[in-house]
């Protein structure tokens, strides 16, 4: 029985949260995610690219969500 790779490192059907998604090797990771089936928060600063970003996606029928802001903050 040969390993399944693809099903070990599947994101179908996972919530994956990928920060300074508004653009950059970023948004191609949340892409990447979204075109293998995870839901997605997109995390960045730039409130209106990351409007346009995630309007995009949804157009293109992709569970993607905004946040505007930082994950963490230094304290």
């Known amino acids: ?11 179908e ?3 994956c949260i990928v ?6 090797l970023s948004r191609g990771m949340a892409e990447g995610l979204l ?3 995870a839901e997605v928060v ?3 600063l730039q409130a209106e690219k990351l409007s346009q ?5 949804r157009a ?3 569970k993607a969500h905004g946040g505007i802001g930082r994950f963490v903050q230094k304290v």
Do not use: R
């Not at 029985?1 to 994101?11: G, H, I, L, T």
């Not at 920060?19 to 950059?24: E, F, I, K, N």
């Not at 970003?53 to 996606?57: G, S």
């Open 19 to 24: 920060t300074g998604g508004a653009q950059g």
């Open 60 to 62: 293109m029928g992709y």
């Open 42 to 44: 997109l995390m960045d």
């Open 53 to 57: 970003v995630v309007e995009e996606y």
């Open 1 to 11: 029985m040969a390993y399944d790779y693809k099903k070990a490192f599947s994101v």
């Open 13 to 15: 059907g996972k919530k």
């Open 35 to 37: 075109e293998n089936g």
